[in-house]
């Protein structure tokens, strides 16, 4: 008496291979068991996806495989777990295999079941050195009211909390609460970036390792070695770990008992991954609560605006925040009009004297400026050669420090020349600034200034260069909180997250390129990035009526600086929504973007055209608008020609059911006479940026 499993496996996108495979076993297998079977000339970890009683029709009986090994030991993968990661396949429109297989830890995919079976008897880790432990804080009134309505809140909460408002505190004692409702509860805390996780990681083990054990807290991320990956996901597959604390790829972790979602900061751009299943994990947070029937918590100082847009319209329930922990003021703005300062100037000297002035009484000033490097082009004035990168439509960034050209978008390096390359001239000079060249000319700049203790300021710069090595990331910023650094130059980076208790300035000293930018979101990028940055200002309620966020910029008049100086996101949210339902942008409008890679621009174009073309015969067409096929702004990367049509429509489910039936033909398409030379294609469902 055979069973005849269905079983998903990593088959690679648009491969033509259906998602469910089937095998013939002994025995029959619960749906959520890992098995391993083979597949062509190897064998592949898969998941059970149902097990059928009588072989699936039009497979004669001697044609069946059988299941090589069942991975026994591990508990199925629950209902839910498939659920979402069918959801995730389904909307991004990829295979169920690929995201199936790609949400499990990669060394599972190589363990036999007798390696598992070890694995998993292997006690826990001793426990990491002690930690003092975190007791809960007497909430603000505004923060028990908060917790109070997440704790009864039957739909997706929207914790619009300001910066230093306490938003953490909530999460921690909402955990809590979750934990405590059942022995077997866990939650999940999604934030955006790595460098974020072992700060919460800390916070969060030393509040709940008294109660809860020391391994109840696991981490989730990408950086992680594999085999550290694995014995977290196991920890929570297992229910051994309550809290899971990860970046975006976290959401699919697997969380039997899961109770609460937090997604904190949930205007990030990083919770959409960029390759592979183009998801975005703050969405599927929300899906996931549904099925796991848990509440789920979307913080953030700056909510997005399709977040926002749902709390006005009561799909999300929004709860304020509005006061600073301790009661200090929001940092005040000052714009400098960089009309009428010297022409030139990096810094304004207004915003000069202002540092100086901090310095002197030992505050901390933090400098933004969104480029790293010295400067971004560098160019020869006698003949208009430019730092090119050959590989890509780009400029190569000129990076004083190392003396190398460097192509941020390949990576391609060369030192740099000593002359011009194609006319021999010696004086070749950098056009723009970037973090290196800012360091470098602040602390010229600020070389008279004095702190209390007499010393000279020390000026810092913190960006992906600086924290590129294991553990520099954590040493800068405990220098910066020790007080060892005055003024710290960086990329958004240092604008995200942390609770510096001595900064008083923070100054964007070149964001006028986001005013104006094509892309729709770069205003909402650029407020919230100002509100998120300024939030480092003034946390210290006894300087904090000191704190100032200064802005560089050409346009003054424009109209986000009328809500950036009264901290109005909400004016900003009202504004930026009623633009974007005249234009029938998001989320007024739902879009997707075809992408494809090709050796040739009209390969790339030629593909979309002729995907373009198929889809005209489709019913589904009637509901959508599909635009003609563009490069990409930067058209080419690592000798690879990039180009793009938008497919856009009122309605999300109508543009759901016109790119599923839209796939075999891009499936087609691939193998029309002008798409020769086609790399491989895409679909990014609501992408970010277009
Ligand atoms: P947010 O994430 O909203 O910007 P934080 O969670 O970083 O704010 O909180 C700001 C500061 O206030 C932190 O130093 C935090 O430890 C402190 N804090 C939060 N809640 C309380 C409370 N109820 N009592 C005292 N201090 C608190
Ligand atoms: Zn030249
Ligand atoms: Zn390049």
């Known amino acids: 008496m055979y069973h005849w499993p269905a079983v998903v496996v990593a088959t690679p996108a648009h491969s033509g291979?259906?998602?469910?495979?089937?095998?013939?076993?002994?025995?029959?297998?619960?749906?959520?068991?890992?098995?391993?079977?083979?597949?062509?000339?190897?064998?592949?970890?898969?998941?059970?996806?149902?097990?059928d009683d009588a072989p699936p029709e039009g497979l004669a009986p001697g044609q069946a495989r059988d299941v090589a090994q069942v991975l026994d030991a591990l508990p199925p993968l629950d209902a839910g777990w498939r659920e979402l990661v069918a959801f995730a396949a389904r909307y991004y429109q990829r295979g169920l295999g690929e995201v199936a297989l790609a949400a499990l830890p990669p060394p599972l995919r190589d363990l036999t079941p007798e390696q598992l079976a070890r694995r998993l008897k292997r006690p826990a880790k001793a426990a990491a050195a002690e930690i003092a432990?975190?007791?809960?804080?007497?909430?603000?009134?505004?923060?028990?009211?908060?917790?109070?309505?997440?704790?009864?809140?039957?739909?997706?909460?929207?914790?619009?909390?300001?910066?230093?408002?306490?938003?953490?505190?909530?999460?921690?004692?909402?955990?809590?609460?979750?934990?405590?409702?059942?022995?077997?509860?866990q939650v999940l805390v999604l934030v955006p970036e790595i460098n974020l996780t072992p700060q919460l990681e800390e916070r969060f083990r030393a509040r709940f390792a008294t109660v809860h054990g020391h391994d109840a807290v696991v981490s989730l991320h990408s950086g992680m070695t594999p085999p550290q990956r694995l014995a977290a996901w196991i920890a929570a597959h297992t229910g051994r770990a309550r809290i899971v604390l990860g970046t975006r790829l976290a959401v699919f972790a697997s969380l039997p008992g899961l109770r609460l979602i937090v997604v904190d900061e949930e205007h990030d751009p990083s919770y959409?991954?960029?390759?592979?299943?183009?998801?975005?994990?703050?969405?599927?947070?929300?899906?996931?609560?549904?099925?796991?029937?848990?509440?789920?918590?979307?913080?953030?100082?700056?909510?997005?605006?399709?977040?926002?847009?749902?709390?006005?319209?009561?799909?999300?329930?929004?709860?304020?925040?509005?006061?600073?922990?301790?009661?200090?003021?929001?940092?005040?703005?000052?714009?400098?009009?960089m009309n009428h300062q010297p022409k030139g100037a990096l810094i304004a000297p207004p915003l000069l004297a202002a540092m100086a002035e901090r310095v002197a009484r030992g505050e901390q000033c933090l400098v933004l400026i969104?480029?790293?490097?010295?400067?971004?082009v560098l160019a020869c004035h006698a003949c208009g050669w430019k730092s090119g990168c050959p590989h890509c439509s780009a400029y190569r960034v000129f990076h004083k420090l190392d003396r190398t050209l460097r192509?941020?978008?390949?990576?391609?390096?060369?030192?740099?020349?000593?002359?011009?390359?194609?006319?021999?001239?010696?004086?070749?000079?950098?056009?723009?600034?970037?973090?290196?060249?800012?360091?470098?000319?602040?602390?010229?700049?600020?070389?008279?200034?004095?702190?209390?203790?007499g010393g000279p300021a020390r000026v810092a710069r913190m960006d992906a260069d600086t924290t590129k090595a294991k553990g520099s990331l954590e040493a800068q910023l405990?220098?910066?909180?020790?007080?060892?650094?005055?003024?710290?130059?960086?990329?958004?980076?240092?604008?995200?997250?942390?609770?510096?208790?001595?900064?008083?300035?923070?100054?964007?000293?070149?964001?006028?390129?986001?005013?104006?930018?094509?892309?729709?979101?770069?205003?909402?990028?650029?407020?919230?990035?100002?509100?998120?940055?300024?939030?480092?200002?003034?946390?210290d309620a006894a300087h904090s009526a000191a704190s100032e966020l200064w802005v560089q910029t050409w346009h003054p008049e424009h109209k986000l600086f009328a809500h950036l100086r009264a901290h109005d996101h909400p004016g900003f949210a009202k504004a930026e929504l009623a633009d974007r339902q005249a234009a029938a942008m998001p989320p007024f409008a739902h879009q997707a973007l075809l992408r494809a890679?090709?050796?040739?621009?009209?390969?790339?174009?030629?593909?979309?055209?002729?995907?373009?073309?198929?889809?005209?015969?489709?019913?589904?067409?009637?509901?959508?608008?599909?635009?003609?096929?563009?490069?990409?702004?930067?058209?080419?990367?690592?000798?690879?020609?990039?180009?793009?049509?938008?497919?856009?429509?009122?309605?999300?489910?109508?543009?759901?059911?016109?790119?599923?039936?839209?796939?075999?033909?891009?499936?087609?398409?691939?193998?029309?006479?002008?798409?020769?030379?086609?790399?491989?294609?895409?679909?990014?469902?609501?992408?970010?940026?277009?």
């Open 17 to 51: 291979v259906g998602d469910l495979l089937s095998y013939r076993s002994g025995a029959a297998l619960a749906a959520g068991t890992l098995v391993r079977v083979p597949l062509g000339a190897r064998e592949v970890l898969g998941i059970v996806w149902r097990c």
């Open 133 to 185: 432990p975190d007791h809960e804080r007497a909430l603000s009134p505004e923060q028990a009211g908060a917790l109070a309505a997440i704790d009864g809140a039957t739909a997706p909460v929207l914790l619009f909390g300001t910066t230093g408002s306490g938003k953490t505190e909530v999460y921690l004692q909402a955990c809590a609460h979750a934990l405590a409702s059942e022995t077997t509860a």
């Open 272 to 337: 959409k991954s960029q390759d592979g299943a183009r998801y975005s994990a703050r969405d599927l947070a929300i899906y996931r609560a549904r099925v796991a029937g848990a509440r789920v918590v979307l913080g953030s100082a700056t909510p997005s605006l399709e977040s926002w847009h749902a709390s006005e319209q009561g799909r999300y329930r929004r709860l304020d925040m509005p006061s600073r922990i301790g009661g200090g003021a929001l940092p005040r703005l000052r714009l400098v009009d």
């Open 370 to 376: 969104n480029r790293r490097g010295y400067a971004p």
């Open 407 to 453: 192509c941020h978008h390949c990576g391609f390096t060369q030192r740099v020349p000593r002359a011009c390359p194609d006319c021999g001239n010696l004086d070749i000079e950098p056009i723009g600034r970037g973090t290196e060249q800012v360091e470098e000319q602040l602390a010229g700049l600020l070389a008279e200034a004095r702190r209390p203790d």
């Open 478 to 539: 405990a220098a910066l909180h020790a007080g060892e650094v005055d003024v710290l130059v960086g990329t958004q980076m240092i604008a995200k997250g942390h609770d510096f208790r001595r900064i008083t300035l923070v100054a964007a000293i070149n964001a006028d390129a986001s005013l104006f930018a094509s892309d729709h979101r770069a205003p909402e990028r650029l407020f919230a990035l100002l509100l998120q940055a300024a939030g480092r200002a003034g946390r």
């Open 597 to 690: 890679d090709a050796r040739t621009q009209e390969a790339a174009q030629g593909f979309l055209k002729a995907a373009s073309r198929a889809a005209q015969a489709l019913p589904q067409r009637e509901a959508v608008t599909l635009y003609p096929a563009v490069p990409l702004t930067i058209q080419r990367v690592a000798n690879v020609e990039r180009a793009q049509l938008l497919v856009e429509s009122d309605s999300r489910a109508a543009l759901q059911r016109f790119l599923t039936a839209w796939q075999p033909l891009l499936l087609q398409a691939r193998s029309a006479p002008e798409a020769r030379g086609l790399i491989r294609y895409a679909v990014d469902v609501d992408p970010l940026s277009v």
